[in-house]
């Protein structure tokens, strides 16, 4: 069964993404992937996102931003 693949939009040197990035894999170990994605590289990206980083969203919807959401991961990866 293939794992859901969580996207992480970030940028280099942001902190908070660093530290979401830390906090997201322990959690999610074995139960689903993730793939930082430099919102430098697409203008599109970098125009939705600006100053909102880190995002995480999952199959293209919103899960949370700025900090991890334990409750929202949770709930996005059970589908409820």
Known sequence: MK???????????????????????????????????????QRAWTEKYATRIPVIELDGHFVCQYHLDADA??????GT
Not at 9 to 32: D, F, K, N, T, W
């Open 3 to 41: 794992l859901p693949l969580l996207h992480v939009y970030s940028r280099p040197g942001c902190h908070l993404c660093e530290q979401l990035v830390e906090e997201l894999q322990p959690m999610i170990r074995g139960r689903a992937r993730f793939e930082v994605l430099n919102i430098d590289t």
């Open 73 to 78: 991961i949770n709930a996005a990866l059970s």
